[in-house]
């Protein structure tokens, strides 16, 4: 068996994901937000939640959260995960989805 040395291993969360925005429509929302950082062991995925219930866990910057109900407001929140499984703080966005969609007539 081969052991890391206890000095390799991390022990720093990573930094908080920012810049969350959402996209809404009817019945969802398209968050997207920028990268986060962890030099010492790189992030892995980021985690979703919504109304504080974990949603989805995704690898990129991106994520349609999806069975909405139309002009309701959530809490959403995207966290970072290391390679060494800790959780960044959470980035917070307070968001509605539509109340009805836009038809425009010519």
Do not use: H
């Amino acid at each position: 068996m081969i052991f890391k040395p206890v000095s390799d291993t991390d022990t720093t969360r990573p930094l908080m994901p920012d810049a969350l925005a959402g996209q809404p429509t009817l019945s969802t929302m398209l968050l997207s937000w920028n990268a986060s950082v962890d030099p010492q062991s790189g992030i892995k995925q980021y985690k979703v939640y919504v109304d504080g219930i974990p949603n989805q866990t995704v690898t990129t910057t991106r994520a349609m959260v999806t069975d909405l109900q139309k002009g309701t407001a959530y809490q959403f929140e995207v966290s970072a995960v290391n390679t060494a499984e800790l959780e960044s703080g959470k980035a917070v966005l307070n968001a509605s989805t539509s109340v009805s969609r836009c038809i425009y007539a010519l």
